[in-house]
C-alpha cells in the first residue's frame, strides 16, 4: 500500500502518518473538537466467500434476464472475481493504511462482507435484496443511528438506494452523510444525451438534489459521498433553454435554500489512477461536502489512496480506490 502525494496539499504525507486515537477513535482538535476522517470507496462485487459460491452456481450468462431472481452475480463475475483469503487481506491493508473514521461503501454485498476487509467497524448498509449494496463502514466507538434508506435514488427498485447515516445523533457534532452509487454509462456526457444511462442517471440527479435540499433547509451539516459515475469537471449550465436537464454539478449546486452551496473535495486535486495498469482520467468517485460542514475542512487534508504495485497486480482488489478527507467538527 502507498499513498501518492498530492502536490496542492504539502501536508499530506503527515497527515498520512498520523494515528487516530483510540476511545471515540477520533483526533482531537487543538480547539478541543473532533477530527473525523471520512472516505468513499467502490469495493467492485463485494461478496463473502460462501455466498460468491452459491451465487456463481447460479450465474446469470451474457445478456440472459434474470427474471424474478433478486440475488445473483453475472458469469464473467463469477470467472473473474472470486476472492481468495489473500486478496482480502490485502484489501484489510488498504483499509488499515486509509485509517479512516467511517467509509461510504459501494457494491458490497453488506455486513458479512465488508467485515472481511473492516473487521473493527459497524455497519449500516441498504435493505436491498441484490448483492450490490450501499452503505457505511463506522469505527467502533462513534455514535451512530443508520436512517432509512433513500429508496427514492432507486428509481423504483431499477437502480440502487441511497444509505443514509447519521454520526453523533442528537450532539452538537451531528452531521448527515449519504453513500451513493449512481446509474453508470455517463461519466462525461451531458445528462441530455440520448443514452439510455444518461438518461437514468438524469432521472437520478433532482432525486438527489432533493435530499441535499431537505438537509440544508433543516440547517444540517451533510455530505453526499459515493460512486457517482460522472466527472464534475465539466462546465456550462445546468439546464437548456427548454429547461432540460443538462449539467449534473451545475444542478445540485445551485445554492437553494440556504446552506445548499457544495464543495467537490477533489475539485483542483491532480487526478491519480489507483495503479500503474489504469488509465482513467479524471475521479467519478467524489465527497461532495454541504456549506456548513465544507468550512470545517481540515485544510490540505485530501486522501487518495492507491494500491501496492505487487498487490494491483497479484491480488483481486478493486477497479476504484478510496477517496477522502478530514474535517473537524466543534464539541
Known sequence: MRYTPIPSAPLLSLLFTLTLCSGEANAKSDTGGTTLRMATWNLEWLIAPREFRELTATCLPRNASPGNRARYIPCNVADELQRSEADFRALRKVANDLDADVIALQEVDGPVAARKVFPKHDFCFTKRPGVQNNGFAIRKGIPFRCAPDVESLSLGGRVRSGSHLVLYPDDRREIHLLSVHLKAGCPRRPLDDPRRDCATLAKQVPLLEAWIDEQAAAGRKFAILGDFNHDFSTRGPARTDDGTLRNFWAEIDDGEPTGARLVNVSSGERFVNCSAGQNYGSYIDHVVLGE????????????????????????????????????????
Open 292 to 331: 456548513t460542514l465544507a468550512a470545517l475542512r481540515v485544510p490540505g487534508s485530501f486522501i487518495r489512496t492507491t494500491f501496492d504495485e505487487g498487490d494491483a497486480l497479484k491480488r483481486k482488489l478493486s477497479d476504484h480506490c478510496p477517496v477522502g478527507i478530514e474535517v473537524s467538527l466543534p464539541r
